[in-house]
């Protein structure tokens, strides 16, 4: 139970690091790249703070492939084990990483656009966009399907939930600034102007920010998990005492 107590501590420390290693970031990039008006380049596709989210993408499978390891004595039927959730955790980060690298999600929208021979509209032009959510919904569905598990790591839940909201955040501001023609409604062009070379910022910063309560949750998860195996080893060992003086 100490152990358990001293990983839901640890977790307030680990989100107050990742946080506001996250703002450095967001905030020293858009400091060093205005002066040669290189904002816009920094955040979008291959720039710095792509390969900073990758970065984190992948501490995230990481720590979710240690918890995997902490709990695979009790992974006895593959994938309908509640453990899985960790090993799909772990390749999922790993996918969505590759996904920022790759751009597939980007990819995926051409295919659609090709097989289903579908004509691109101010609408459709946003499926790429609509992805990203889709993936953030595939992963909630995960969590409620396995929630056996999950529910071991209430204490992580509240950062998982604000990482979730502010990844959804993240999708409306890409879905909005897809196309200039929502704010043409709304703005002068040349605000609509002003507005679209800006709000990647806070749309790129927003799935920085998701990521860091992510990985302060999933850090939780790991201490717990692994006072959960030593308490289970505690258990064991007790019962073979049992046994050997019987």
């Known amino acids: 139970m100490n152990n358990i107590l001293s990983a839901v501590m640890n977790s307030k420390s680990t989100l107050f690091k990742v946080f506001w290693l996250n703002i450095v970031a967001i905030v020293g990039t858009v400091a060093i790249s205005a002066p040669f008006e290189k904002v816009y380049r920094q955040f979008e596709d291959g720039g710095f703070i792509t390969y900073f989210s990758v970065i984190q993408l992948f501490i995230l499978s990481y720590f979710a ?18 453990v899985a959730i960790w090993a799909i955790m772990s390749l999922g980060f790993s996918f969505l990483a590759l996904d920022d690298l790759l751009m597939i999600h980007e990819w995926l929208d051409k295919v659609i656009h090709d097989v289903g021979q579908i004509e691109e ?3 459709t032009d946003r499926i790429d966009d609509l992805i990203i959510g889709l993936y953030g919904l595939l992963a909630i569905g ?16 509240p950062n ?4 979730f909201i502010l990844l959804f955040v993240t999708v409306v501001i890409d879905v909005v600034t897809n196309r200039d023609d929502i704010f043409r409604i709304f703005f002068s062009p040349g605000i609509t102007e002003m507005l679209m070379s800006w709000m990647i910022v ?9 990521e860091a309560f992510l990985i302060a949750a999933i ?5 717990i998990a692994k006072a959960l195996s030593a308490n289970n080893k505690i258990v064991e060992g007790g019962e073979k005492v049992l046994t050997s003086t019987v």
Do not use: D
């Open 65 to 82: 492939c240690k918890i995997f390891k902490e709990r695979a004595q009790f992974f006895q039927h593959p994938w309908k084990s509640p």
């Open 219 to 223: 850090h939780t998860c790991y201490g």
């Open 202 to 210: 806070p749309e790129e910063g927003f799935k920085l920010l998701s």
């Open 160 to 163: 998982v939930a604000i990482g």
């Open 121 to 123: 509209t101010a609408f």
């Open 142 to 157: 995960g969590l409620v399907h396995y929630r056996k598990e999950i529910k071991k790591y209430r204490a992580a839940l």
